[in-house]
């Protein structure tokens, strides 16, 4: 067996390392935009967590998904995305 991975082989993980970095800023990003919203909630008095606004933007990005990623594969990475910048959001202080 070659340990040398062929040229297809390095060109899709180079592809795919670039969309793992386009995921983490975007990650980021949302973080950024929830930490905003957080606080202008606070200084408004609105509550921070909106279960019904969690349900339709599961909604809408269901019926956006055009696969292959499976709606029950999106539902849950959504469920863990939206877990992760709660946590993120809460224990964190703007860099």
Same mark, same amino acid.
């Given at each position: 067996?070659? #340990?040398?991975? $062929?040229?297809?082989? +390095? %060109?899709?993980?180079? !592809?795919?390392?670039?969309? #793992?970095?386009?995921?983490? =800023?975007a990650v980021n990003a949302r973080i950024d935009?929830?930490? %905003?919203? +957080?606080?202008?909630?606070?200084?408004?008095?609105?509550? @921070?967590?909106?279960? #019904? +606004?969690? +349900? *339709?933007?599961? $909604? !809408?990005?269901? =019926? =956006?998904?055009?696969?292959?990623?499976? /709606? /029950?594969?999106?539902? *849950?990475? @959504?469920? !863990?995305?939206? $877990?992760?910048?709660?946590?993120?959001?809460?224990?964190?202080?703007?860099?």
């Amino acid at each position: 067996m070659n #340990d040398s991975p $062929d040229h297809e082989v +390095r %060109r899709l993980r180079e !592809e795919i390392a670039e969309v #793992d970095r386009a995921i983490v =800023a975007a990650v980021n990003a949302r973080i950024d935009l929830v930490a %905003r919203l +957080r606080s202008y909630k606070a200084s408004q008095g609105i509550p @921070f967590l909106d279960p #019904d +606004r969690e +349900r *339709q933007l599961l $909604d !809408e990005l269901t =019926a =956006a998904n055009g696969g292959p990623l499976s /709606e /029950e594969g999106l539902r *849950q990475l @959504f469920a !863990e995305v939206l $877990d992760l910048t709660k946590r993120e959001v809460s224990g964190s202080s703007s860099p």
